[in-house]
């Protein structure tokens, strides 16, 4: 079965400088993986997603990610981060051709200082 | 294009009593379905998926059911609701194998 690692439960960056969440993933075969981000009391929304294809995939609100397969690696980046992007970060993992499931890890909370 | 409507937004409710929260798709069909489950400092947990009408995978032995007596309605359940059952429910939608999911707004669960 898939799972999501999501190392750091809190981050705290001074806005404007950069920033990368880290995600690790366990699956056995060909993962979709996705960032989703979370506002206080409100849903998810999708930041990016990967299926196939270039490594590098870019997002919304000037978000990135790469995945790295070597290192069952998903992490994602911002290279200038604004007080708005304080938020919740989920990365998930869903199953290619196997199941529907879609895992999401413990989240990293982003604090941004001022 | 979709949309996915989820209610009631907030509900307190007590002990033992029953619960039933409703979600509901639009502007796509036979839809996979889910009910996730936030609860601080635990992430989303995965409650129940559906990939059509009157098929449900449970993923977390617990207090709760879910049904899908059409094809973009999802329900949850209970009969007798635990203080442990408290929490954020969400509502999420996508396609086929492992597509992108869409969440709706949510539903806080406060069992007193």
């Known amino acids: 079965a898939q799972s999501v690692t999501q190392p750091d439960i809190h981050i705290t960056v001074s806005e404007g400088a950069s920033l990368e969440l880290r995600c690790n993933y366990s699956y056995g075969a060909t993962p979709y993986l996705f960032w989703y981000v979370q506002s206080p009391g409100q849903g998810l929304q999708l930041l990016l997603k990967y299926f196939s294809g270039d490594t590098l995939v870019q997002g919304i609100k000037g978000f990135e990610a790469e995945f790295k397969r070597s290192q069952s690696s998903f992490n994602l980046r911002k290279p200038s981060v604004h007080w708005s992007d304080a938020a919740e970060y989920f990365c998930a993992v869903g199953a290619l051709g196997r199941d529907d499931k879609i895992i999401f890890g413990k989240g990293t909370r982003l604090h941004i200082l001022p | 294009s979709q949309t996915i409507h989820q209610w009631p937004a907030t509900l307190v409710q007590p002990v033992g009593s029953p619960l039933s929260l409703e979600c509901t798709v639009e502007g796509t069909s036979n839809p996979n379905l889910y009910w996730y489950r936030q609860a601080a400092g635990r992430g989303l947990q995965l409650l129940f998926y559906?990939?059509?009408?009157?098929?449900i995978s449970s993923e977390v032995p617990q207090n709760l059911s879910a049904s899908r007596p059409q094809d973009r309605q999802f329900i949850l359940s209970s009969k007798k609701l635990l203080l442990s059952d408290s929490g954020f429910y969400l509502c999420?939608?996508?396609?086929?194998?492992?597509?992108?999911?869409?969440f709706g707004e949510g539903s806080w669960l406060t069992v007193v």
């Open positions: 999420a939608w996508g396609g086929q194998a492992g597509n992108t999911i869409y």
């Open positions: 559906s990939v059509g009408i009157g098929q």
